[in-house]
Nanobody, 115 residues
C-alpha cells in the first residue's frame, strides 16, 4: 500500500512557474514508476509526465520542453517543475505510483493559470 500526498499547486500568471511535489509513504518508493496526470474542468484526466524507477522520463507533447519530472528516492518524493505555464495547463494535478499490477493515486492539487 502506498499513500501519496501532492502539494505546490496554486494560482500563477501565464508565463509563470510552479513546482509540484508528491510525497509517498507506506512502501519502498524506489521500486515504483511515478507519473503526473491532470484533469481540467469538464475533461478527462490526461497523462502529463512520468519517471521510471531507473530515472527515465517521458512527457506529453503538450508539456515537452516546459515541464520537468524528477525524483528523490531518499526523500520518497517526485517533483514536477512547470515553466512557461499557459491557461491550458489549468487543472487538478494528480500523482500516481505503479508497480506490477498495483497502482495508487494522490488526492490532487489545483493549478490555475490566469491573469
Amino acid at each position: 500500500q502506498v499513500q501519496l500526498v501532492e502539494s505546490g499547486g496554486g494560482l500563477v500568471q501565464p508565463g509563470g512557474s510552479l513546482r509540484l511535489s508528491c510525497v509517498a509513504s507506506g512502501s519502498i518508493f524506489s521500486i515504483y514508476s511515478m507519473g503526473w496526470y491532470r484533469q481540467a474542468p469538464g475533461k478527462q484526466r490526461e497523462w502529463v509526465a512520468g519517471i521510471t524507477s531507473g530515472g527515465s522520463t517521458n512527457y506529453a507533447d503538450s508539456v515537452k520542453g516546459r515541464f520537468t519530472v524528477s525524483r528523490d528516492n531518499a526523500k520518497n518524493t517526485v517533483y514536477l517543475e512547470m515553466n512557461s505555464l499557459k491557461p491550458g495547463d489549468t487543472g487538478v494535478y494528480y500523482c500516481k505510483a505503479w508497480w506490477a499490477a498495483a497502482d495508487y493515486w494522490g488526492q490532487g492539487t489545483q493549478v490555475t493559470v490566469s491573469s
